[in-house]
């Protein structure tokens, strides 16, 4: 009986080395990933009113977000991969290194051009085709083409949208219904979407984290619906404020369930 407990107490130590290792290297690839993203202070550089909510669900993230200046034009990206933890953090760089191939290789025409080349680039990565037996591995991402001199903003998206609120009216422009990879249906085009900005208006850009987060007093999804009201409210108040806002509502909201994937949400006020 000694010896049954004494290999038992062997194992269970084994185990918690083995947690520790695992912890250690997951930490480990969080500081390769988070060297990829942009710097909170090269955001705020380009963007001086703007803010950054970054929660993942795990120590990697599924989720990223991308920035790169083409000559007086800023392109913006914020990127959900499928799954989060260890796969979505991999396609994630996946994502951020195929952005910056197609902006350093081609001349950028429009918000879908640059959609439509990574989709081409990460399904030869991923060796899809289209067959039936293939993972359908993707990622749905909104992205932005600022031309502050012009007062423009060109969009497309793949499943996520961008939101523009103005004097507490929201504008709200949808991604098409296809991911960055094979879609189920159909494969198209992307849409691209141009529109004109004002002062004060406030861009918003994020994943479903948020809205699909359960919680609340009926333990349902937070919801667009809400997500957007909460997004007007916040529209008024400054970035900084608005950061702090959201992530409130959110552990609020949430209590005590599990947070069930990560959470960006990037706003702008064009001043």
């Known amino acids: 009986m000694k010896g049954k407990k004494v290999n038992n107490e062997d194992f269970i130590k084994s185990l918690q080395k083995q947690q520790k290792e695992l912890e250690q290297s997951l930490q480990y690839a969080s500081y390769i990933q988070q060297s990829l993203f942009p710097k909170v ?13 970054f929660m993942p669900r795990d120590i990697v993230s599924g989720d990223f977000y991308w920035i790169h200046r083409e000559k007086d034009k800023i392109i913006l990206a914020i990127g959900d991969s499928t799954g989060h933890g260890v796969p979505g953090a991999f396609l994630s760089i996946l994502g951020i290194s195929f ?19 990574l ?25 932005c083409i600022i031309d502050p001199k012009n007062k423009t903003v060109q969009f497309a998206g793949a499943f996520n949208p961008v939101y523009i609120i103005r004097d507490t009216v929201i504008h709200q422009f949808e991604g098409d219904k296809m ?19 004002q002062e004060n208006d406030m861009l918003y850009l994020f994943t479903d984290g948020f809205p699909d987060q359960f919680g ?21 108040q400054p970035t900084f404020v608005q950061e702090e806002t959201l ?11 599990p947070q069930l994937d990560d959470v960006t949400i990037f706003g702008i006020r064009f001043t």
């Open 179 to 197: 991911p960055i990879g094979v879609a189920a249906e159909y494969e198209e085009s992307f849409k691209n979407y141009v529109f004109k900005i």
């Open 99 to 117: 952005l910056n191939l197609v902006v350093s290789k081609y001349p950028i025409s429009s918000a879908a051009f640059v959609l439509n080349n």
């Open 41 to 53: 202070s090269e955001l705020k550089h380009i963007f001086p009113d703007s803010f950054m909510l």
């Open 216 to 236: 609340g007093p009926n333990e349902k999804k937070y919801k667009y619906k809400r997500f957007r009201e909460l997004l007007i409210k916040c529209s008024l």
């Open 119 to 143: 989709r081409e680039y990460l399904m030869k990565a991923l060796d899809q085709t289209g067959k039936e037996y293939e993972q359908k591995d993707g990622i749905d991402m909104a992205l």
């Open 247 to 257: 992530s409130n509502e959110f552990f609020q909201w949430k209590g005590d369930q």
